[in-house]
Each structure stands twice: as C-alpha cells, then as structure tokens.
C-alpha cells in the first residue's frame, strides 16, 4: 500500500538553532500534505497544510515565520522549525492522500512521525 | 468542522469483539466518516470509512446509524495489538474544504490479556 515515509524520526537539537523535517511519499504523488504536531496524552493537532508548488495554508495561531513549510515536488514536503526553544519539543507527524479519482474517497497514510527535543 | 464525541477510555479483553461508539450529531451530507487508529510513539493508522452504509474490511466493520448522527466502530477479535487511541472524524469532502483531517481526543482502547 501507500506509505509515507518521515525523517529524522528522532531529533535533539539545540536552543536557537533550526531543525528540517522531511516527509516523502514514497510510490504516490500528493499534490497535498498535511503536518500535524502531536503533544504528550494529546491529540494531533494540525499545523498546515502543504500545496505542491505554492504557499502552504497554516491554521490559526501558528507561526508561519517559525514554522516553514517547503513542497517543492510532487512527492517531498518539509517543515523547519526555526529558533526552535524547549517549547517547541514535541511529536511532528505528516500526511498525505492518494489522488483523488472521480466518485472515490481517499484515505490518508501518515508518516511514523519526528520526535524532536529541544535542549 | 462537524464534531465528534467519543469516550475517553475503554477496555477490552483479547479475543473478544469490540464496539468504539462514535456521536457526530452535526454531520452534513458532505461528512464521510473516517475512523484512524494511533499506536504509541507512531503515527495514526487508516482503519476504515464510510458514508451512509455499513462497511467491513479485513481490520474492522463500520456501522452507520440511519440517521447519520452517530456510528459504531466494530473490532471483531480484539489483539493486544489492537491496544492504540482510536479517532472518529468527519471530513468533508468539499474541494473548497481543504481536504483536512482534524483529530478529536479520540478513544484510548486498552486490551486485556
């Protein structure tokens, strides 16, 4: 089946610097991608949305300056956190759907998700 | 965003079958019912969807109430692998609704030897 395929799956990084974070999927193309970040005991909560060629449309409160989205090909979106701070440790997950097909609803396939520490 | 309500917690024993209820009382006729499952430390899985009828696949059955408004998610067997937080969601498939998935707090199902 469809499988999207994150990395690094786990990342410590320092105060102050910035972090990439890669999502690919790896035998679709997906026109869109979706970046969720994930806090512990609770639920996903997403971040933006990922447009192949165009800006990326973040939900409200989140940073866009902080929080950088890239897809600049059919099958590679990435996040970088800038300046990250502790506050910024969490589970960062991406998604994407199969093509859409007239008539047919797609299911989404997630990546095994990023945990990144920020120390 | 048409809401969910699902309970917190439930338990299980292994080999028994499962019934995860689901209230979507504001759903529209745009709504598909999307049930996904996360496994600790990983990303949510697909489990199963539906519109107005009843689904089955190899990994669980969907029932859909004939109103709409709430839905059922139906484990057959339960495993120990099947211990993970289960999320009911609405998504409308509207282009112009982004084709989002957004997480309610979900079911955290655990499973008893």
């Known amino acids: 089946g469809a499988v999207v395929s994150q990395h690094p799956s786990r990342v410590i990084c320092k105060s102050g610097t910035s972090v990439k974070i890669e999502c690919r999927s790896l035998?679709?193309?997906?026109?869109?991608m979706f970046w969720y970040r994930q806090f512990p005991k609770q639920s996903l909560m997403l971040m933006a949305t990922?447009?192949?060629?165009?800006?990326?449309?973040?939900e409200q409160g989140v940073e866009k300056d902080k929080f950088l989205i890239n897809h600049a090909s059919l099958t590679l979106s990435t996040l970088t956190v800038t300046s990250a701070h502790p506050e910024d440790s969490s589970f960062y997950i991406c998604?994407?759907?199969?093509?859409?097909?007239?008539?047919?609803?797609?299911?989404?396939?997630f990546g095994q998700g990023t945990r990144l520490t920020v120390v | 965003d048409a809401k969910t309500t699902q309970p917190n917690s439930m338990e299980s024993n292994e080999e028994e079958p499962v019934h995860l209820p689901c209230n979507h009382s504001?759903?529209?006729?745009?709504?598909?019912i999307h049930w996904y499952r996360q496994l600790p430390s990983q990303g949510p899985e697909y489990v199963i969807h539906?519109?107005?009828s009843n689904v089955n696949n190899r990994m669980a059955s969907l029932a859909i109430a004939e109103d709409r408004k709430s839905s059922t998610l139906i484990l057959h067997r339960a495993t120990l692998r099947d211990a993970a937080v289960y999320y009911c969601?609405?998504?409308?498939?509207?282009?112009?609704?982004?084709?989002?998935?957004?997480f309610g707090q979900g079911t955290e199902l655990s499973v008893k030897p």
């Open positions: 998604s994407a759907r199969i093509p859409y097909f007239v008539g047919t609803e797609r299911k989404a396939f």
């Open positions: 035998d679709f193309q997906a026109t869109t």
């Open positions: 990922s447009n192949e060629g165009s800006k990326a449309t973040y």
């Open positions: 504001t759903i529209s006729g745009t709504d598909y």
């Open positions: 539906g519109l107005t």
């Open positions: 969601i609405l998504r409308d498939i509207r282009p112009n609704q982004g084709g989002k998935l957004i």
